[in-house]
């Protein structure tokens, strides 16, 4: 298996960026990582979260970055839908 394009300073700039944009496709393209691959990080990082609901299960390092990720993407997405309904709200 050869080594991932992820590192934690992608990670950064999709948190910092998804907010504003809100589309993965145009973040990716931005910062230079196909579609393909941040999917494949997003399932990975799904796939880490779920078996981590187990009690019993225990974080597997080399999926760490990849669930990162993923809790990275989620909470970016609620803060970009969050963040303007609050605006919207203001009298």
């Known amino acids: 298996m050869r080594p991932t394009k992820l590192t934690p300073e992608i990670v950064e700039d999709f948190r910092r960026i998804i ?7 145009t ?5 230079g990582v196909e579609r393909t691959t941040w999917r494949k990080w ?3 990082g799904a796939l880490e979260a779920k078996r981590l609901r187990d009690p019993d299960a225990k974080p597997k390092k080399k999926e760490a970055l990849f669930l990162e990720f ?4 989620k909470k970016a ?4 839908e969050i963040h303007p309904a609050g605006v919207i709200k203001k009298p």
Do not use: Q, S
Request: aromatic share 18%; proline share 4%; no cysteine.
């Open 42 to 44: 997003l399932k990975r």
């Open 19 to 25: 907010p504003t944009v809100m589309y993965l496709e």
């Open 70 to 73: 993923f809790h990275t993407y």
């Open 77 to 80: 997405i609620a803060d970009g």
């Open 27 to 31: 973040v990716g393209d931005f910062l």
